[in-house]
């Protein structure tokens, strides 16, 4: 296990803004979920419960709820860009040339229509991530991510790379999952595993220690 967790990536990645991004959604009668990625590898996770009124909403606009809430909590890093957005409901993909739209699903089309976006099909046992944020929603909204753009570009500036995430508890009435985010310089961290395999550096290492 130690040495998987030492030669895989880290759990969450840093977004890069010049790269495309992938947005998985899903919604249940519990809440909507949706998980951020770029290039397979997981940037951010949301969710959040359904409001009174959204509990009456028919499943596509509610769906089509799940992929609004993405667009808007991660309008930082998408406007501007362009992204792929997958669902498990299948005739999402066919808002974009549909006539027939209550006042509803308007206003959420003309939002998404601010974005270069496509929305693709995905079948609901692939997309078991936002499946399971959709349905086990604690708190109004959990998200493990910071928002705060200028200190991502600072951490990329000092090679600094998250390498675990890891669920604390919330105190008050209601719980929620945050992201405790341990940093270390990667370029570091990179020289000293060379130098660990390198054979004049080691020659060299045991000569100081012996003294010679």
Same mark, same amino acid.
Request: net charge positive; charged share 25%.
């Given at each position: 296990?130690?040495?998987?967790?030492?030669?895989?990536?880290? #759990?969450?990645?840093?977004?890069?803004? %010049?790269?495309?991004?992938?947005? *998985?959604?899903?919604?249940?009668?519990?809440?909507?979920?949706?998980?951020?990625?770029?290039?397979?590898?997981?940037?951010?996770?949301?969710?959040?419960? &359904?409001?009174?009124?959204?509990? =009456? *909403?028919?499943?596509?606009?509610?769906?089509?709820?799940? #992929?609004?809430?993405?667009?808007?909590?991660?309008?930082?890093?998408?406007?501007?860009?362009?992204?792929? /957005?997958?669902?498990?409901?299948? %005739? &999402?993909? *066919? /808002?974009?040339?549909?006539?027939?739209? =209550?006042?509803?699903?308007?206003?959420?089309?003309?939002?998404?229509?601010?974005?270069?976006?496509?929305?693709?099909?995905?079948?609901?046992k692939? =997309?078991?991530?936002?499946?399971?944020?959709?349905?086990?929603?604690?708190?109004?909204?959990?998200? #493990?991510?910071?928002?705060?753009?200028?200190?991502?570009?600072?951490?990329?500036?000092?090679?600094?790379?998250? /390498?675990?995430?890891?669920?604390?508890?919330v105190?008050?009435?209601?719980s929620? =999952?945050?992201?405790?985010?341990?940093?270390?310089?990667?370029?570091?961290?990179?020289?000293?595993?060379?130098?660990?395999?390198?054979?004049?550096?080691? #020659?060299?290492?045991?000569?100081?220690?012996?003294?010679?």
């Open positions: 296990e130690l040495k998987r967790r030492l030669t895989t990536a880290p #759990v969450l990645t840093i977004p890069d803004p %010049s790269q495309s991004f992938t947005i *998985y959604s899903d919604a249940s009668r519990q809440g909507l979920g949706c998980v951020l990625m770029q290039d397979g590898r997981v940037v951010a996770y949301a969710s959040r419960q &359904l409001k009174p009124h959204e509990q =009456n *909403y028919p499943t596509h606009d509610l769906e089509l709820a799940a #992929v609004v809430h993405a667009l808007k909590i991660w309008r930082h890093y998408l406007y501007g860009g362009r992204c792929e /957005i997958f669902t498990d409901h299948k %005739s &999402l993909q *066919y /808002i974009f040339t549909q006539k027939e739209l =209550n006042m509803r699903q308007r206003r959420c089309l003309e939002l998404v229509k601010d974005y270069d976006c496509s929305i693709q099909y995905h079948p609901g692939a =997309n078991v991530v936002a499946d399971a944020l959709s349905r086990k929603v604690t708190g109004d909204l959990t998200y #493990v991510i910071t928002q705060q753009s200028p200190l991502i570009h600072e951490f990329a500036r000092m090679q600094l790379q998250a /390498i675990d995430a890891l669920p604390i508890a105190s008050g009435s209601t929620a =999952n945050v992201s405790a985010m341990q940093l270390q310089p990667t370029l570091r961290e990179r020289i000293r595993r060379e130098q660990a395999s390198d054979e004049f550096v080691r #020659v060299m290492e045991a000569k100081v220690r012996s003294g010679g």
